[in-house]
């Protein structure tokens, strides 16, 4: 059974950065997508960043610049860094994960079959 276990998030001043981790166990897939969505209130959830297990990335418009995405196979973890953080970043971030359909490269929302539970991460002015 696969579960996606997030840490990492807190409290941090506009400006500052916050790195969050994403642990994954029961993973066997060799092909897949990974990535970090996020959810403020009275908001839907949005996108922040995937990663295919290729490597290939991709970035929401609004963190791009500021925020990289990686992940250590060895360790089935994926980590989301985090700087220059502004008050709208503010939220509920999330760890989600999903096999990819061989050879397909592209992480579009439907692949995210598993998340995590979600962790605060919270901007003040």
């Known amino acids: 059974q696969v579960q996606l276990v997030e840490s990492g998030g807190g409290s941090v001043q506009a400006g500052g950065s916050l790195g969050l981790s994403c642990a994954a166990s029961g993973w066997t897939y060799s092909w897949y997508c990974m990535g970090w969505f996020r959810q403020a209130p009275g908001k839907e959830r949005e996108v922040v960043a995937t990663i295919h297990s290729v490597g290939r990335t991709s970035f929401a418009d609004f963190v791009k610049g500021r925020f990289t995405i990686s992940q250590d196979n060895t360790k089935n973890t994926l980590y989301l860094q985090m700087n220059s953080l502004k008050p709208e970043d503010t939220a509920i971030y999330y760890c989600?994960?999903?096999?990819?359909?061989?050879?397909?490269?592209?992480?579009?929302?439907?692949?995210?079959?598993?998340w995590g539970q979600g962790t605060q991460v919270t901007v003040s002015t």
């Open positions: 989600a994960a999903g096999p990819r359909n061989y050879p397909l490269y592209t992480c579009p929302q439907e692949v995210f079959t598993y």
